[in-house]
T-cell receptor
Framework: DAKTTQPPSMDCAEGRAANLPCNHSTISGNEYVYWYRQIHSQGPQYIIHGLKNNETNEMASLIITEDRKSSTLILPHATLRDTAVYYCIVRATDSWGKLQFGAGTQVVVTP | GAVVSQHPSRVICKSGTSVKIECRSLDFQATTMFWYRQFPKQSLMLMATSNEGSKATYEQGVEKDKFLINHASLTLSTLTVTSAHPEDSSFYIC?????????????FGEGSRLTVL
């Protein structure tokens, strides 16, 4: 699976949008972009995934560039409970669910 | 939505004892489950892939005789840390796939924190 690069940390003000970037310049055509987050001492929580089209759900939006080499996760209105480590992962369709986690981005939402 | 449950959430044991951690898929059949380990301030590291009815596949560097994995049913996988030592103290997390790896969300358990004294 392709590797991803994320900034190690990011601060965000409560109520503002949080834009989390991810580079995956070596992504292959059959690889999806997944985002998970991990709140301290809990298991990872699925946020969203996409292939090439932008996606939106109740938690976030995922914007994937046309060349698919990077993406941005958008939390539209950050709350204090969104403080977590956010992981961007690329996963092939035939990887049988095996995920390789990078270092992720530590997001701290402040009042 | 689908839920994966781990038990126990916390366990403290003495050095040299064995500890079993359970991972259950509560409302779907998990043909494949994955076990991860996470040390403090580090990311999750995949340990092994657990397939129902067959032997687990271990990642490089993970001792299969120390970390015994059993996936006897479509809803339960167990990880046994044998002869645990303080360096085995870690956060163990499982995930489950119900669709044989096809695209979709994977579900993670809440994690089990092992402390070996």
């Amino acid at each position: 699976d392709a590797k991803t690069t994320q900034p190690p940390s990011m601060d965000c003000a409560e109520g503002r949008a949080a834009n989390l970037p991810c580079n995956h310049s070596t992504i292959s055509g059959n690889e999806y972009v997944y985002w998970y987050r991990q709140i301290h001492s809990q298991g990872p929580q699925y946020i969203i995934h996409g292939l090439k089209n932008n996606e939106t759900n109740e938690m976030a939006s995922l914007i994937i560039t046309e060349d698919r080499k990077s993406s941005t996760l958008i939390l539209p209105h950050a709350t204090l409970r969104d403080t977590a480590v956010y992981y961007c992962i690329v996963r092939a369709t035939d990887s049988w669910g095996k995920l390789q986690f990078g270092a992720g981005t530590q997001v701290v939402v402040t009042p | 939505g689908a839920v994966v449950s781990q038990h126990p959430s916390r366990v403290i044991c003495k050095s040299g004892t064995s500890v079993k951690i359970e991972c259950r898929s509560l409302d779907f059949q998990a043909t494949t489950m994955f076990w991860y380990r996470q040390f403090p301030k580090q990311s999750l590291m995949l340990m092994a892939t657990s397939n129902e009815g067959s032997k687990a596949t271990y990642e490089q560097g993970v001792e299969k005789d120390k970390f015994l994995i059993n996936h006897a049913s479509l809803t339960l996988s167990t990880l046994t840390v044998t002869s645990a030592h303080p360096e085995d103290s870690s956060f163990y997390i499982c995930s489950a796939s119900g669709s044989g790896g096809a695209v979709g969300e994977l579900f993670f358990g809440e994690g089990s924190r092992l402390t070996v004294l």
